[in-house]
């Protein structure tokens, strides 16, 4: 994933907490349900193949975001609608 064993170990002893970009990378490296790893709430893993997909696809695109004022910008939308969710 890019990491250097330095940055692990930091991780691993509670140095450094991890930015939400290495939280996403490890979600769709390895299918674990973002809310889970944050929370400990649902399920570990991501059980459906749409939902796979939807995450795929959006990860796909988000990349293709070339200024990171844009994907600031869609970060904030995206976390503006958990906000909604979470008012339902």
Do not use: H
């Not at 809310?35 to 991501?46: K, M, Q, R, S, Y």
């Not at 939902?51 to 939308?77: C, G, H, M, V």
Request: glycine share 6%; with cysteine; aromatic share 6%.
């Amino acid at each position: 994933m890019g990491i250097s064993r330095d940055a692990i170990a930091n991780l691993e002893n509670n140095r450094v907490s991890p930015q939400k970009m290495l939280i996403q990378s490890i979600c769709y490296e390895f299918d674990v349900n973002e809310e889970w790893l944050n929370t400990g709430e649902g399920g570990i893993f991501i059980s459906s193949k749409k939902e796979k997909d939807n995450l795929d696809e959006l990860i796909r695109t988000f990349k293709q975001l070339d200024s990171p004022n844009l994907q600031k910008y869609a970060l904030e939308q995206i976390n503006g609608l958990l906000d909604m969710q979470k008012k339902e």
